[in-house]
């Protein structure tokens, strides 16, 4: 094929969705136990952490936190860890004050870098 006759074929633009929208489909798309748990991995958690980019986000995370500790899901301590520097990465520390304040009942003790 001559240089001439190459096209160029863009690749279709992919939207962005929304980090909210990702952990209402996480929520949705778990099956529940008879009790009404969902089992959802932590893996799941530090995806959510890795894709978070504003004070939105953050608020996102916080919630995304509630949900697997309220269905018996005890996240690793390293994990929250990262939601709380992602929360300083991204300008938004005060979002995670009431963490610290909270500490216990969110079964959560930071390590000495996140402090």
Do not use: C
């Not at 279709?12 to 929304?18: D, G, L, N, R």
């Not at 995806?47 to 978070?52: G, I, N, P, T, Y």
């Not at 929360?87 to 402090?115: C, D, Q, R």
């Amino acid at each position: 094929m001559l240089p001439t006759q190459i096209r160029a074929f863009a690749k279709p633009v992919v939207e962005a969705v929304p980090l909210s929208v990702q952990l209402d489909n996480l929520m949705k798309n778990r099956t529940a136990n008879k009790s009404g748990f969902i089992n959802l991995p932590g893996s799941s958690f530090k995806k959510l952490v890795e894709r978070a980019e504003s004070a939105e986000d953050i608020e996102t995370l916080k919630l995304a936190h509630v949900n697997f500790l309220g269905h018996r899901n005890l996240l690793p301590l390293k994990l929250v860890d990262g939601m709380l520097m992602k929360a300083l990465e991204v300008g938004a520390p005060a979002a995670m004050n009431e963490w610290f304040v909270n500490h216990e009942a969110l079964v959560y003790h930071p390590s000495t870098k996140v402090i």
